[in-house]
């Protein structure tokens, strides 16, 4: 596999990234990258430039998409010819609604001839662009390929550590968000930090559980892309899932919050897949569920607070049904 260089390329080569998606997040890496002299070039459904154009000469694709569109972008991509070493990297979080399945195991499915990675960490984009430290993950089977792609990003203040396991990186990067849905409902009712506490460090063996049922390692998400993202993603007004529970906690319909919001919550359609998933397989998440219900309207925010308040009495380590 072709190593791309920490150099600015000339005028008439081929980029070396191209990035698609041009939100908070996409721009972000893309400023990231050029931050190292890499050669960008970026990509959106509102683009000029077609995606052939962008696609075809790079040495590394990062999609940074949101999750409805992601199985039509790769099935797009599968019909453009691209470089035989191409590096496939994914920064969306979420899950596939018709599938139940992640972004990475999407692409890997629809592109197995080539590496895939996942790019997950404690990243609130508005803090990356205002150049404040921060630090994220690179996951890939191949270290050679994920080694690559750390090289495109890592710089003073945007530490990269790699990983072999992209989907347990993955899935503490989208599980999270349904979690950070209840912390802002926790916060908008003033419940205080006591609750609040008790509630993330709850919510981690939650996480833990239905993560390594997926297929993550257990030790993935107590790293960056899951503790460390977990808690960034739930103590913050930037987190926009933290947002959306903060507005429902206000008596705000989920409506009129994400109108509101201007962006997508991952966490929203998240939780329903989740959800269907769990009952699917048999799996308990009490905390995912009463967000579900919260959701959809079934339950009010004080509801779904006793509801978690009221559940048996056990011992702090019996996880099989937290």
């Known amino acids: 596999m072709t190593m791309p260089q920490l150099t600015q390329p000339s005028p008439n080569s081929s980029p070396l990234l191209t990035v698609l998606g041009r939100g908070a997040w996409g721009t972000a890496l893309a400023n990231l990258a050029r931050i190292n002299n890499i050669s960008v070039q970026t990509w959106s459904r509102r683009s000029a430039e077609s995606l052939e154009s962008v696609v075809g000469g790079a040495d590394v694709i990062l999609c940074a998409i949101s999750m409805k569109g992601v199985a039509e972008l790769a099935s797009r991509l599968r019909n453009i010819a691209l470089q035989p070493d191409v590096i496939l990297v994914t920064a969306t979080k979420g899950l596939d609604p018709a599938t139940k399945r992640t972004p990475s195991q999407i692409w890997q499915a629809t592109f197995p001839q080539y590496p895939v990675a996942v790019l997950s960490g404690p990243n609130l984009s508005q803090e990356i662009e205002q150049g404040l ?3 994220t993950v690179i996951a890939c089977e191949d270290l050679a390929a994920a080694e690559t792609v750390r090289a495109l990003f890592a710089s003073e203040t945007f530490r990269v550590y790699t990983n072999a396991d992209p989907l347990g990186t993955e899935l503490g990067g989208t599980l999270k968000n349904v979690i950070a849905i209840a912390v802002g409902v926790c916060d908008g009712l003033k419940l205080g930090t006591n609750a609040r506490s008790a ?11 239905l993560g390594t049922l997926f297929g993550g390692q257990a030790e993935t998400f107590y790293g960056l892309s899951g503790l460390g993202d977990l808690l960034a993603t739930c103590t913050s007004p930037l987190s926009r899932n933290y947002r ?3 507005g429902l906690a206000q008596g705000k319909a989920l409506e009129d919050v994400l109108v509101a919001l201007g962006s997508t919550a991952e966490g929203v359609n998240t939780t329903y897949v989740l959800i269907d998933r769990a009952r699917d397989e048999g799996i308990s998440a009490p905390i995912a569920w009463q967000v579900y219900r919260l959701l959809k309207g079934q339950i009010t ?3 779904a607070v006793t509801a978690l308040m009221a559940r048996d009495l056990k011992s702090e380590y019996c996880d099989s049904s937290d």
Do not use: K
């Open 301 to 303: 925010p004080q509801e």
């Open 133 to 135: 430290p921060a630090a």
């Open 244 to 246: 959306v529970g903060y």
């Open 199 to 209: 509630l993330i460090t709850r919510a981690l063996p939650e996480v833990l559980r």
